[in-house]
């Protein structure tokens, strides 16, 4: 039996989304329910930026034939700093980061004159808009929006004309749109401390943060706003979590994680972050234990044309189990395979990058996989660290090589299985660019009782969980979500699937929903007890839905946070 729920994001995110019920407590995989509050700082934690321009940058030019003093008092107070210009007009101007490449503008115009104004908006790309405003208006503020062809920063100019005078007033901002396109960057490590790489040699301390610098590193240019980072925690003490955002305070403060680990461990993930406006990130170890933190760069997003995301269906492209995209048999160890991507799984030959989910399983001993461009030599990072006999699986955005192929090399000493599954790609044919969100915001907890009805409780064995991320809809806005995946309290060993639905809202409102395929490729692997995290990459169905399926035949509890979407708009 099929339960549906609907989840809703915060405000600020896409439009028709309902709200979810915050205010959920941390639970065991150090995770919790993002706040999504409505004052100021809402729109920074949906991960919009605003900019503004006060009144008091307002330029006039005079007006000929005023006289001194003749200004009404409060106009003067209006216009601050520019001190003696004998003019009464002043404009406000604020700009949010409505969508990837929309802005939304409040002008806020005060004469207490209140003659006609004509009023023009150059949005800095070569288009306007205008609108006039009669005698005796004395004040008036409104909201207007712009959706900008390119990506980039824009000077945003309002004019104010009293033609009557032959005066006008000018305000104006530089503003950025939030959605930003992928470059590859080559697998570098930018942070290791127990190396002293991008940090102190020193492990990070208990419930403390380490500051790394990611925008104006290696290759990573100033201009940055996200970056993509294989986040790995070891020499782990005790158990605990790791959260990374984009300032200090939102990581130590943060009720959502990124990775989970207990004694002993080495885990990754990948991590799709907000870069601070300083051009860093802050990695917060959320457990009562020193632990070691690495993290590598694969790729960075920038608000200029480079990349845009190509969202698949999740497609099994490689398992040496079955001689699937490779030759069959385990990789020895210190083996490196290539496999061919570009023109293949739906991944067309023009593209730059590649997402995958990456899966070691029937390891003979400890190890590490990692994934890099072909004709490039094997860098230092990892993708995937396992123990002998685990079955584990983490995501990764790899650079694609001139021929077309991208290398998993067993960093092991003793063969390994390997599975590949490729769930999107980047290419300069598309123009559907990350829109970050700043703040993971908790989509579900099957612990907390959820919208649409659904009764706190274990995803069930074998079953699937429709989740709808937006309103109901026959063409979605998002092509792609960026999510983070948890399951906790395991009842036994399984993987989790994370697929698009074929169905609409409604089919499962009125009961014609049709069952899904069960998938083949996997988000996430567990056993029996463990705590596990990794990133899902996937597209919504027709309907703007997504299926979380558990695999195993044991239920358990699964947390899901929305990091980030992809849109063209």
């Given amino acids: 039996m099929v339960s549906a729920v609907l989840v ?11 709200q979810a019920a915050p205010g959920a407590p941390a639970g065991p995989a150090g995770q919790g329910a993002a706040a999504s509050g409505t004052g100021p700082g809402a729109t920074q934690g949906a991960g919009g ?61 005060i004469d207490f004159d209140a003659p006609a104004l004509d009023v023009v908006v150059s949005w800095g790309d070569g288009s306007t808009d205008t609108y006039s405003l009669p005698a005796g208006t004395s004040s008036d503020a409104r909201d207007l929006k712009h959706k900008y062809t390119a990506l980039g920063t824009y000077d945003v100019k309002v004019t104010a004309k009293d033609s009557a005078k032959g005066s006008e007033a000018v305000n104006e901002l530089k503003f950025t749109t939030m959605g930003a396109e992928f470059t590859a960057h080559e697998p570098t490590r930018l942070l290791d401390t127990r190396a002293g790489v991008g940090a102190a040699k020193a492990k990070v301390g208990p419930r403390s943060s380490v500051a790394l610098k990611v925008a104006g590193a290696a ?22 979590h790791v959260s990374v955002q984009s300032t200090k305070d939102r990581a130590e403060g943060a009720e959502t994680s990124n990775l989970n680990f207990t004694a002993g461990q080495t885990v990754p993930n990948l991590v799709i972050e907000a870069i ?4 860093y990130i802050h990695l917060f170890n959320g457990g009562w234990e020193p632990v070691d933190l690495v993290a590598d760069v694969t790729g960075y997003f920038a608000p200029s044309t480079a990349n845009g995301w190509g969202a698949l269906s999740a497609t099994r492209v490689v398992d040496t189990r079955e001689g699937l995209g490779t030759a069959k048999g385990q990789v020895p160890g210190q083996g490196t395979f290539g496999v061919e991507i570009a023109g293949r ?121 429709p989740m709808q991320l937006e309103g109901d809809t026959t063409t979605p806005d998002v092509d792609g979500w960026v999510l983070n995946t948890t399951v906790t309290n395991t009842r036994g060993n399984g993987f989790l699937s994370v697929t698009p639905d074929p169905n609409f809202w409604s089919d499962y409102e009125n009961g014609t929903a049709v069952t899904p395929a069960r998938p083949v490729a996997s988000a996430l692997n567990w056993t029996k007890g463990a705590n596990v995290a990794n990133v899902a990459q996937t597209p919504g169905g027709k309907g703007g839905m997504i299926d979380l399926w558990n695999q195993g035949w044991e239920d358990t509890d699964l947390l899901v946070d929305l990091l980030a979407y992809y849109k063209k708009d």
């Fill in 49 to 109: 930026r605003t900019y503004s321009s006060p009144a008091e940058r307002t330029v006039v030019t005079s007006r000929p034939g005023a006289a001194a003093g003749g200004e009404n008092a409060q106009a003067k107070g209006a216009q601050g700093a520019r001190g003696a210009q004998d003019a009464s007009t002043s404009i406000h101007l604020t700009a949010h980061t409505a969508d990837a490449r929309s802005i939304e503008l409040r002008t806020h115009i």
């Fill in 8 to 18: 809703a994001a915060g405000a600020g995110l896409i439009p028709g989304i309902a």
């Fill in 219 to 240: 290759a990573v240019p100033a201009g940055a706003t996200a970056v993509a980072l294989n986040v790995t925690a070891t020499n782990t003490s005790g158990a605990g």
């Fill in 345 to 465: 799984a739906g991944v067309p030959k023009g593209a730059t990058a590649v997402a995958v989910n990456l899966t070691a399983t029937n390891p003979r001993s400890a190890g590490h996989l990692t994934a890099y461009p072909s004709g490039k030599a094997a860098p230092v990072t990892s993708n995937v660290n396992f123990t002998a006999g685990q079955t584990v699986a983490n995501a990764a955005v790899v650079p694609i090589g001139t021929d077309g192929k991208i290398n998993v090399r067993n960093g092991g000493w003793d063969p390994a299985d390997v599975v590949v599954d490729v769930v999107g790609y980047y290419t300069p044919e598309s123009r559907s660019a990350l829109v970050a969100h700043g703040i993971p915001y908790r989509l579900l907890d099957t612990r907390k009782d959820s919208w649409g009805g659904r009764k706190a409780g274990p995803l069930k064995a074998r079953t699937h969980l």
């Fill in 276 to 279: 601070g406006e300083d051009g």
